[in-house]
């Protein structure tokens, strides 16, 4: 079972999310933080496979917590938003995102991105735990 922190603050975002991983040949327990606040603290608690990150929360916004997450290290972390400014990617990069993947507008793209990403950054994750 691949365990999952998702940074989103959206519901409906939230929701289409667990769809996607639902629906995905991978096992996946998501756990949800709906702002950066409590994203930090379950960070700091529990071990994840995977951080899927909305630059865009309240309280700490993304950035906040990439640069408190890099820090420390970790799993993958994946960032999930709705941002086409080449300036958000680039910062989110520079400060530690293993990859900045723009949310889709239709129903079906979203959940077919979201298990494209549980199933890209898992098996890189097994690859490393194998390696190691």
């Not at 989103?8 to 949800?32: H, K, N, Q």
């Not at 702002?35 to 700091?44: C, M, P, Q, T």
């Not at 994840?48 to 420390?72: A, T």
């Not at 999930?80 to 520079?94: K, V």
């Amino acid at each position: 079972m691949v365990h999952v922190l998702l940074v989103e603050d959206a519901p409906p975002d939230v929701l289409m999310v667990r769809e996607g991983m639902r629906g995905s040949p991978i096992p996946a327990d998501v756990v949800v933080a709906y702002d950066g606040e409590e994203a930090l603290k379950v960070l700091e608690a529990s071990h994840f496979d995977l951080v899927i990150l909305d630059l865009n929360v309240p309280k700490f916004d993304g950035y906040v917590i990439l640069d408190q997450y890099r820090v420390k290290g970790g799993p993958p972390v994946v960032v999930f938003t709705g941002s086409i400014d080449p300036h958000d990617r680039e910062r989110a990069l520079a400060l530690g995102a293993h990859d900045y993947v723009l949310k889709p507008r239709s129903y079906e793209e979203f959940i077919r991105t979201v298990q494209g990403i549980l199933e890209r950054w898992t098996r890189k994750t097994d690859i490393a735990a194998e390696a190691g």
